[in-house]
Each structure stands twice: as structure tokens, then as C-alpha cells.
């Protein structure tokens, strides 16, 4: 089956500053990788997503790029904001089917 | 637009005790996943269900996990007996998978102790 792997497990950065989230995958026909935001007792919530047939996108202050002959993809967070502190989730999926998550990352925005 | 309902969020039983957990979808939505998230770790999929039937249930243990979606529409899922490493939180999500949507939305959780 796929493996995600993810990381860094741990982040944190000056608000302002940029974060970058790394994770890999196995599975060359996984085709959708969605991220995740999670909040202390609340379900993950949708933030952005890619499929393999685009490199990158981009929405406001996050952007994913993805390089499918590695066999990885990444979220960007520019001038972050205490409100991103959360622990995110990337996934990875063929075709909104058998979804397999990362192990997260505990993001820390410092004010 | 409601989100995904879940009920109970919390609960708390003995080991080899019966749970079970409801999920109401979003209106509309065909497809639905349960999921187990244990402490610090990402969800894992148990079940996902396509209108009512069953499209991967290839890491639900089938011995003492069970779940249901009768009219394609509200799910239950049940752990019978329950174990020491149940405990986690249960997720619902649900998505359209319309026109090649793949989006998934998903519940608050049920957070399950079992002592």
C-alpha cells in the first residue's frame, strides 16, 4: 500500500516568517494530495490541494508544488500568523479514494 | 451548509464493552470514511462507503469493527469487543466526488477512552 512519510514533526517560526512542510509518497498512482489544518479537538479541515497533473498552486499566503518523478510535495505557508499554529496533515490519494495521511506537523507561529 | 454531524463526541467505556459511533453527512455527498486517529498520529482510513456500499474496507478489523450505511445516507460504527488500544478519536468525513471532486469534509470526532 502507500506510504506517506512528513515532515518536519515539529515547527516553529517568527510570525512573518515562512514555513515549509515536506512529505513523500510511494504509490506512483496516487494522483490527489490534499493538506490539512487541525485544530485542538476539532476535525482536519480542507486548506488546499493538488493533483498530479499541476506543479503548483496557490491560494493567498499557502501554495503546494509537487514533483511527481520524485515522488513529492510540499506546503508553503508565507507571513504566517499566530492563527496558522495547528498541526497539519498532508495525503495522498487515487482519486478521492484509499487516502493515506502523513504523521503531521506540530507548527508553532511565535508572535 | 450543515457540516458533517457526529455523535456522541465524547465516550468513555470498559475494555470488551460494545460502542457504537453516528455520522450524518453533508446533504448530498455519496461518498463517506470513517477514520481512527490515535494520539499524535494521522488518520488512518477504516471504511469508505459509496452511496450504501462498501468500496475499501481493506484496513478495517473486521473481527471486532463493524459499520453500516443502510440508506446511503447516515452511518454507524461499531467496535465490539472494545480493546485498550481503541482508544482514539473517530472521524466521519463525507465528499461529492461529483464531476471529479475529490474534496473531503469532515466531522468533529468522537473521542473514545476505553480503560
Known amino acids: 500500500g502507500e506510504n506517506v512519510e512528513q515532515h518536519p514533526s515539529t515547527l516553529s517560526v517568527q510570525e512573518g516568517d515562512s514555513a515549509v512542510i515536506k512529505c513523500t509518497y510511494s504509490?506512483?498512482?496516487?494522483?490527489?494530495f490534499p493538506w490539512y489544518k487541525q485544530e485542538l479537538g476539532k476535525g482536519p479541515q480542507l486548506i488546499i490541494d493538488?493533483?498530479?497533473?499541476?506543479g503548483e498552486k496557490k491560494d493567498q499566503r499557502i501554495a503546494v508544488t509537487l514533483n511527481k518523478t520524485a515522488k513529492h510535495f510540499s506546503l508553503h505557508i508565507t507571513e504566517t500568523q499566530p492563527e496558522d499554529s495547528a498541526v497539519y496533515f498532508c495525503a495522498a490519494s487515487r482519486s478521492g479514494n484509499q487516502f493515506y495521511f502523513g504523521t503531521g506537523t506540530s507548527l508553532t507561529v511565535i508572535p | 451548509e450543515a457540516g458533517v454531524a457526529q455523535s456522541p463526541r465524547y465516550k468513555i467505556i470498559e475494555k470488551r464493552q460494545s460502542v457504537a459511533f453516528w455520522c450524518n453527512p453533508i446533504?448530498?455527498?455519496?461518498?463517506l470514511y470513517w477514520y481512527q486517529q490515535i494520539l499524535g498520529q494521522g488518520p488512518k482510513l477504516l471504511i469508505q462507503?459509496?452511496?450504501?456500499?462498501?468500496?475499501?474496507d481493506s484496513q478495517l478489523p473486521k473481527d471486532r469493527f463493524s459499520a453500516e450505511r443502510l440508506k446511503g445516507v447516515d452511518s454507524t460504527l461499531k467496535i465490539q469487543p472494545a480493546k485498550l488500544e481503541d482508544s482514539a478519536v473517530y472521524l466521519c468525513?463525507?465528499?461529492?466526488?461529483?464531476?471529479?471532486?475529490?474534496?473531503?469534509?469532515f466531522g468533529p470526532g468522537t473521542r473514545l477512552t476505553v480503560t
Open positions: 468525513a463525507s465528499s461529492s466526488q461529483g464531476a471529479g471532486g475529490y474534496e473531503q469534509y
Open positions: 462507503f459509496q452511496n450504501n456500499g462498501v468500496v475499501d
Open positions: 493538488i493533483r498530479s497533473n499541476v
Open positions: 446533504s448530498g455527498h455519496a461518498t
Open positions: 504509490d506512483s498512482a496516487s494522483n490527489y
